[in-house]
């Protein structure tokens, strides 16, 4: 199977990452995650689960990789390091910022960075609300950069139940554009039988 980058920051949303870490692992794929400092402090905050806890539900895999922020030596700092993609859920508007100005100051940029020199998808879910001018003109540039910005915005033609639907269906847009078939969301036009 395919080996993936997944990134957790420190916007809100921490559900989102565990979700789409869940669902990789699940469907088979080696999963590469690093979580930002804030972004460890927002996941236990969240999911009222220390950061510890929450690798621990994952370790049981040996698909399974914890990649320090601060860790320049790891293999998805490479561009010779084959993966892919990378997906950052939820992406904080300041690490977004920070791809878009090219600073690789943490690991999370410069795996970012690699999948975008080496062409590789990336895909940045921004969770923040509402966007200023400088947010857009950030997406704007990854986007010209050949990044895809998929906002973490619901949809309701589905008809979602519960949260859990909500977070399903954002994860499987996620999964659809990495281009990994899957049935984790109802679809368009589906119906419930």
């Not at 914890?66 to 390091?81: I, N």
Request: hydrophobic residues 40%; proline residues 4%.
């Amino acid at each position: 199977m395919s080996k993936y980058i997944i990134a957790i920051t420190g916007a809100s949303g921490s559900i989102y990452g565990k979700k789409i870490v869940e669902l990789l692992l699940h469907l088979g794929h080696e999963v590469h995650l690093i979580v930002s400092k804030t972004g460890m402090q927002v996941l236990s905050h969240e999911l009222l689960i220390s950061y510890e806890c929450f690798i621990k539900e994952f370790n049981v895999s040996s698909n399974f990789h914890v990649e320090l922020e601060d860790d320049f030596f790891s293999p998805v700092a490479s561009g010779s390091f084959k993966t892919s993609g990378m997906v950052i859920l939820p992406c904080s508007m300041g690490t977004l910022g920070k791809i878009a100005g090219g600073s690789s100051d943490n690991l999370i940029i410069r795996a970012a960075d690699v999948c975008l020199k080496e062409k590789r998808k990336l895909i940045i879910c921004p969770r923040e609300t509402p966007y200023n001018g400088i947010h857009l003109k950030n997406m704007l540039a990854l986007n010209d950069a050949g990044a895809c910005i998929a906002p973490v915005s619901p949809g309701f033609y589905n008809f979602p139940k519960t949260l859990d639907d909500i977070i399903n269906h954002h994860c499987s847009r996620v999964l659809d554009l990495l281009e990994i078939e899957n049935q984790n969301a109802k679809r368009w036009g589906q119906t419930d039988d």
